[in-house]
């Protein structure tokens, strides 16, 4: 080869940085902070070796970056990544083995892979995952290795990892807000105790736990990721519509004063997590959002082979970036590969073609055969991923952005007011937003201690019942009725009234529900002692995402673009009861009544899901409308 002539000559420059592909050319590599001089670098540029050709594909694209998934378990169950039971699990046997790893390592790092990212599944319970970072540290020309991790177990093992070679970390974290970490994690106290391994040295109550070993625990590695150096400490947040797209500012204010790379990640379809188009929140939407906050947000440059588009906003400490995968994919450029936790390569994420380079290995298959199979499944390698443009070319546009996430406000906890303090100390002097979800105590007058609210803008809005500030809307006029029922067509078939001519106004609607619970299930709510959780944030949670469903719930409802969802719970002692009032607002031509019904209704049957084990003996008690505002039929309050 061409190449061949200047081989001697390039190890005597480079020695010892230099690895040979299996065309038996030199590739150079130096080692990282090694600054090269400019004649040398020229020197390299004009007499470098070709790329390994069973590396590059046929469309030109030269791929240096392996993911290797070190196992399929994981400690969490987040709902973008896969269904609440899991999915199947291969059996130990056919997984590779820790020696399979590195031969498989060893192989593609000699035909050019500079940087290879360990994945799982949840990469850090695998029990020897210290010592395959030290043994892949050992391989002449891998640059980088990266480890992309949920943080449970990052705090404790970094320090190790750190010794043993690796030098960068993803660390994924979709939420701020605690409660919606354990919604989104599907994970509670007693579950992630037992995968964690690190049970805490002080005593918490039972509803604290989960906080403590989940949220928590990722923000301690993030700490600790930043105590020992790394620089940027690379934090993915996959945002999906109406579960934390509302947090987008909160997130780019951790980069003010922390050295983070926030990634913002477009959902994505996998096997299992339910994906659904209308969740996608584009790059362009997320974008504008952050750019009417901070005008000033500036682009940065990037690699070519990149995967994000990265800003920064003048004087933060961090960044923030963007994986555009569905909305704007970068396949062109494209430059990894993956080996899955049983041996098969996938040329591609979205890809359904994998090879099993486990069975061959295993069948004794030479480095020479192996490097062929490799050569065969890249060359086949598509230009961009077929499957997922078809898929987006079927798929309707996406819905108006809704807010119905805002702060959750948890009041009245005693058992949690020490963790609230401990976690302002966590972020204190980091730029971060201090209005975090666990608030001051309350103790409201003839209700319990425990009071939950979840809004989005109730300072703002004053027609929103809301037991906190005291206010309600101002009574009107009796409503005028119809004497007709609307959703009945001339001949006594169902028919969607047609809304179409009628003006847009502003509508707000207030339901409320009762759910007589009993001494038992009360008490164990009062305490949060519930086994299945704290039932007040799933039932909060839930008549949010009632509300935004309500559409396909009432078969002859339209479909409404909300503005503000409400949802707040309260503990009655008189009755062993628990209070929800709903509140939506919306601007359109049709009421939001049945979403603030819907959402009160959905609220109060969750009530019932989560205590029924303990008691059977629950009354859900009158559900009705309290308040209407908006429309062309006057205002309603019920006296």
């Not at 001697?8 to 038996?24: F, T």
């Not at 990894?336 to 040329?347: C, E, S």
């Not at 339209?558 to 709903?582: G, K």
Request: proline share 5%; aromatic share 6%; charged share 20%.
């Amino acid at each position: 080869m061409a190449a061949r002539p200047v081989s001697r000559m390039l190890r005597r420059a480079l020695r010892p940085s230099v690895r040979s592909c299996s065309s038996g050319a030199p590739v150079a590599q130096h080692r990282p902070g090694e600054e090269l001089s400019q004649g040398r670098r020229q020197f390299l540029r004009e007499h470098a070796a070709p790329f390994s050709a069973f590396l590059t594909d046929s469309f030109g694209r030269q791929h240096s970056y392996l993911r290797m998934s070190l196992t399929e378990r994981c400690n969490l169950r987040c709902q973008y990544c896969m269904p609440e039971e899991g999915v199947p699990l291969t059996p130990k046997a056919d997984l590779l083995t820790t020696e399979e790893i590195l031969t498989l390592a060893r192989l593609f790092v000699k035909e050019g892979i500079d940087k290879i990212r360990l994945t799982g599944g949840e990469p850090l319970i695998r029990p020897d995952v210290v010592d395959i970072v030290a043994r892949l540290h050992q391989l002449e020309g891998l640059r980088t290795i990266g480890i992309t991790t949920n943080g449970i177990n990052l705090a404790r093992l970094l320090p190790q990892l750190q010794k043993g070679g690796l030098s960068a970390i993803n660390i994924s974290l979709d939420t701020l807000v605690p409660a919606k970490f354990e919604f989104i994690a599907r994970r509670k106290g007693d579950q992630m105790q037992h995968r964690a391994g690190d049970i805490p040295t002080r005593a918490y109550a039972a509803g604290e736990l989960w906080l403590v070993l989940g949220f928590h625990k990722v923000m301690e590695g993030i700490h600790r990721a930043i105590e020992l150096g790394y620089r940027p400490v690379k934090v993915n947040c996959v945002v999906m519509r109406g579960l934390n797209d509302d947090e987008l500012l909160d997130f780019v204010a951790l980069t003010k004063g922390l050295p983070l790379d926030v990634r913002f990640i477009e959902y994505m379809p996998f096997d299992g997590n339910k994906w659904n188009f209308k969740k996608m929140v584009s790059y362009k939407e997320m974008l504008d959002t952050l750019q009417q906050q901070w005008p000033e947000l500036e682009k940065l440059p990037g690699e070519e082979s990149s995967t994000a588009k990265t800003f920064r906003v003048p004087g933060f400490q961090g960044q923030v970036s963007f994986i555009t995968s569905m909305s704007d994919h970068f396949c062109g450029t494209c430059n990894r590969l993956r080996i899955t936790a049983d041996g098969n390569l996938k040329v591609c994420l979205f890809g359904s073609s994998e090879v099993s380079l486990r069975n061959h290995l295993r069948a004794g298959a030479s480095e020479e055969e192996l490097l062929r199979i490799i050569g065969a499944a890249v060359g086949r390698k598509k230009r961009q991923h077929a499957e997922l443009y078809l898929m987006l070319q079927d798929s309707p546009p996406a819905v108006p952005s809704i807010s119905s996430w805002g702060p959750l406000h948890v009041q009245g906890l005693r058992h949690r007011v020490s963790f609230s303090n401990q976690m302002a100390t966590l972020w204190k002097g980091c730029g971060v937003p201090q209005a975090l979800p666990l608030a001051q105590q309350r103790l409201g007058s003839g209700f319990s201690q425990r009071h939950y609210c979840s809004h989005s803008d109730s300072d703002t809005n004053p027609k929103c019942l809301s037991p906190v500030s005291g206010t309600s809307a101002t009574p009107s006029g009796p409503l005028p009725t119809s004497d007709q029922l609307t959703h009945v067509d001339m001949e006594g078939r169902a028919a969607m009234v047609d809304v179409g001519g009628k003006p847009d106004t502003e509508r707000v609607a207030v339901a409320l529900a009762m759910v007589f619970l009993g001494p038992v299930a009360f008490q164990l709510i009062q305490e949060n002692q519930l086994k299945k959780g704290d039932a007040l944030v799933v039932a909060q949670l839930a008549g949010v995402q009632a509300a935004k469903l309500t559409s396909q719930l009432i078969p002859l409802c339209h479909h409404v673009a909300l503005s503000h969802v409400q949802v707040q719970l309260e503990l009655d002692r008189t009755h062993h009861a628990v209070v929800i009032r709903a509140s939506c607002r919306a601007r359109g031509p049709t009421g939001v009544e049945m979403e603030a019904l819907t959402s009160a209704a959905v609220s109060a049957l969750t009530l019932y899901d989560m205590c029924k084990a303990v008691s059977r003996d629950i009354v859900l008690g009158e559900i009705k409308l309290v308040s209407k505002t908006g429309g062309q039929r006057g205002d309603f309050h019920r006296t």
